[in-house]
């Protein structure tokens, strides 16, 4: 009997076991099914960067540096860490504006990174003509793989773990929903309290028999190591020719060569090769021609120089080219860290801690969603789908990270059911969480075919001019994606009560706009929940956060007497927003439209059809969402365009809730901000208990230190995310969301900055602010009030 039993012997398996005993959990127990290291660990490069394009995951990275030094301290094992510094080079104008973001991120973490220009980048024997400039970061560096996973092991086993080789897995044990174990190869079982799923490529096929989607494919990964070169530095940097998809690492007098290809070539771990330890799959000199040109363009010494190993090795790559990190959604206990995506030696540090936290406290320690699991969708598991992924997801990691970029292969899987009229209607379609949803509605060939941009969107004045019918007129949102939730039973009321902060024990027919929390009074989700009656409850939730959130509602309403139905895909929802949705729908409706107050829900029939319209708003204005069988959906979709009706896509979305001062759970939202950081108070009722309400209390007694506001920016940058917010040259936050407002135009960020003990919102907004981005800085302003219609008297019309 193991407390954790941990499934592979590799970097990630290796520092999970290793930090599970340094926090005192005494039965961890790894098995490998042949000898550490053997899968995809032994064949890494071995590059240590500790940069990444988001604030959280930097965390993660960052913790290497601090690691593998101790590491050696501890075991007394070399890891081969060393620190070499490296370059981030640009050919692109766009690549610079991203190197830019990058940096003023790591600064704010305590890494030293600069951008440089290109004849600056000085490095022995490169060929700088072409490269624009360069992000400079000291605190690259590099480890011997090998070396650190039998330091890990070491260190794991003096710390009282066990570690079995040559111990194959055939089986996940799960039974009632928990992982229990796992059925070994020989027919032996191995029960266990929880389970950790660490086997890389291999790691898909045990999770699909439990039930588990794992968006992951391997592939031929492949890197060359030259003969000596003469005269290289030491250490000698590491170099990433982003634009190229290139890098390059010295390892002892020679270079390591490799790149991100397009158009991976998948390979299967369960064919006649995958059980072969230390597996070195054929040379591919045309798979790997394009990268071997722009290395001798680089480095124009190679073309004197030998090549002595070519590499090509398996390599797990996820369908987003993100890891997944965390509890599964379908099986309790079942915790996964696989598909590294090809930086899992460099990972293994940040990866092993956070995982080995969230299995000993029953939460994530930070914010992981990016990386989280739990935002899989089955469908993108599906083997055509994985395989369709790899011609663009391997090669994204270096590629551009445009603002707003798409994906083009594996596109389809999530349609609603008027899929076909939003395409008529104009719609360029986009992923929004995995549908397919119309980013804007396009009036001519020009508009279907825009380019992407680092500034100004070429599509905004497209999300300008669809707000504009809303002045008058009304115009129609695909929100059918919302993950939707019936909730029934003697205890749904009850559950409900405790989960959310605010009251949901109002009459039938209310709607009630929710957070939901954590014991830390984090936010969990953000909500609205409909009362439909006495036992039964509508809770409408993000797109994006559907599997999350079921699986969270299912954790935690356990052992209660209800039932928790996913309708997602049961209904299509339209959103019928706008000055004239009153006029328009009561002359497509025998029901009464007029006496009709916010926040309310009531069963009508639209153009003869039956649907459920609930008077809310994201966009600010007046309007109700039609809830309509999928089937029945046409023929309303139909009577709402003939009466003069226009789409509006989700960038004109975007723009409308940021302008209201709406915040988006993902990115303003999220389980380490609670309601009243987020500026969320009014909607906690404190007359009842509920989870995450004595955390508040203690933060009310105690006083903010930190708040989310409204920014208004001056000139006109692009505004994303995690851009530094500055005062007095000082960081005192980050923005979590921005936008152009679509009907005031004024460009607006969302940010959590630090206020002192007691600071009110106005003394706020007297503050001299200015934010960082890409490279520039802007003043921005506190505002008291969201900047269109902030009493509220469009949307409650």
């Known amino acids: 009997m193991a407390g954790t039993l941990i499934i592979g012997g590799g970097a990630i398996g290796l520092s999970l076991a290793y930090h599970l005993a340094r926090r005192g959990e005494r039965e961890v127990l790894l098995v490998e099914r042949d000898r550490l290291t053997s899968g995809t660990s032994w064949h890494a490069a071995g590059i240590v960067g500790p940069l990444r394009a988001t604030p959280n995951m930097t965390r993660l990275a960052m913790y290497a540096g601090e690691l593998f030094p101790r590491l050696e301290a501890e075991c007394g094992l070399s890891t081969g860490y060393r620190r070499t510094g490296g370059y981030w080079l640009a050919r692109d104008p766009a690549r610079m504006d991203e190197l830019r973001r990058i940096a003023a991120l790591g600064r704010h973490f305590g890494l030293t990174p600069s951008i440089v220009p290109g004849e600056e980048v000085r490095v022995p024997g490169l060929e700088t003509a072409g490269i624009l400039g360069a992000l400079r970061v000291e605190e690259d560096a590099n480890v011997n793989p090998v070396d650190l996973c039998m330091a890990y092991a070491k260190a794991a086993r003096t710390l009282g773990a066990e570690i079995r080789e040559h111990t194959a897995v055939a089986a996940l044990i799960v039974e009632g929903g928990v992982a229990r174990g796992a059925r070994l190869a020989d027919g032996s079982e191995i029960r266990a309290d929880r389970v950790a799923l660490c086997a890389g490529a291999w790691s898909k096929r045990l999770a699909e028999a439990a039930g588990v989607a794992l968006p992951l494919q391997a592939v031929e990964h492949m890197y060359i190591v030259t003969e000596p070169m003469a005269g290289l ?13 290139i890098y390059v690492k010295g390892d002892a007098g020679k270079l390591v060569i490799g790149g991100f290809e397009p158009g991976a070539k998948c390979w299967n ?11 070195e799959l054929p040379e591919d000199w045309d798979q790997f021609a394009p990268f071997m040109e722009a290395a001798l363009a680089l480095i124009p010494a190679l073309e004197r120089t030998g090549i002595q190993h070519f590499m090509n090795g398996p390599e797990s790559f996820t369908t987003d080219s993100r890891p997944l990190i965390g509890q599964t959604n379908e099986v309790d206990g079942l915790f996964v860290a696989a598909g590294m995506n090809s930086v899992g030696v460099m990972s293994s540090a940040g990866v092993g801690r956070v995982l080995a936290d969230w299995m000993m406290e029953g939460a994530a320690p930070l914010d992981l969603w990016p990386i989280d699991v739990a935002r899989a969708d089955p469908l993108t598991a599906a083997a055509a789908h994985v395989e369709a992924r790899m011609e663009e997801a391997v090669a994204d990691v270096f590629a551009i990270h445009w603002p707003y970029k798409q994906p083009k292969a594996g596109r389809g899987l999530r349609r609603s059911a008027l899929h076909d009229r939003w395409a008529e209607a104009g719609a360029v379609f986009g992923l929004t969480a995995g549908w397919e949803r119309g980013l804007w509605y396009a009036a001519n060939d020009d508009e279907r075919r825009l380019p992407y941009s680092v500034t100004e969107q070429p599509w905004q004045e497209i ?29 749904a009321l009850s559950a409900l009560q405790f989960l959310a902060a605010g009251n949901v024990d109002v009459e039938t ?38 599997w999350r959130d079921l699986a969270w509602l299912r954790r935690n309403m356990a052992g209660r007497d209800l039932t928790i139905r996913d309708v997602t895909e049961t209904e299509v929802v339209i959103g019928v927003m706008g000055a004239g949705s009153r006029r328009l729908l009561a002359g497509l409706s025998p029901d009464g439209w007029q006496d009709f107050p916010f926040a309310t829900a009531r069963d009508v029939t639209v153009a003869g059809q039956p649907c459920r319209a609930t008077r809310v708003s994201f966009v600010g204005e007046l309007g109700w969402e039609l809830s309509i069988p999928a089937a029945h959906g046409g023929p309303v979709f139909d009577a709402l365009r003939r009466w003069g009706a226009c789409p509006l896509g989700h960038y004109a979305l975007d723009a409308c ?44 007694a105690a006083g903010l230190t930190r708040r989310l506001h409204l920014f208004e920016v001056e000139g006109r940058p692009l505004v994303l995310h995690d851009e530094p917010i500055r005062e007095g040259g000082a960081v005192v936050g980050m923005t979590t969301s921005g936008g152009r407002g679509a009907r005031t135009r004024r460009t607006l960020a969302l940010g959590l900055i630090s206020v002192g003990p007691g600071e009110k919102t106005a003394q706020t907004a007297a503050r001299q602010f200015e934010i960082e981005i890409a490279g520039r800085l802007y003043p921005a302003k506190v505002l008291e009030r969201a900047p269109f219609d902030p009493q509220g008297e469009r949307m409650r019309g």
């Open 233 to 245: 530095p030491q250490p000698y940097p590491v170099l990433r020719d982003l634009d190229r998809g």
């Open 657 to 700: 809730r940021i302008e209201k001062g709406f915040r988006h759970w993902g990115h303003d939202l999220g389980p380490e901000i609670t309601p009243l950081e987020a500026g969320l108070g009014f909607t906690v009722d404190w007359g009842k208990d509920f989870l995450g309400k004595p955390a508040l209390e203690r933060q009310r």
């Open 509 to 546: 027919g209310r709607a009630v706009y929710t957070p939901l929390l954590n014991a830390r009074g984090g936010i969990e989700a953000d909500v609205t929940i409909t009362r439909l009656g006495t036992d039964l409850f509508r809770l409408t939730s993000g797109a994006a956060t559907r």
């Open 269 to 279: 771990p369960y064919g006649p090769e995958g059980s072969r330890p230390f597996l």
């Open 463 to 491: 999300v300008h001019r669809e707000a504009a019918a809303m002045e008058r007129g009304a115009a129609l949102i695909d929100l059918s994606p919302f993950g939707k939730f019936d909730i029934a039973g003697p205890d």
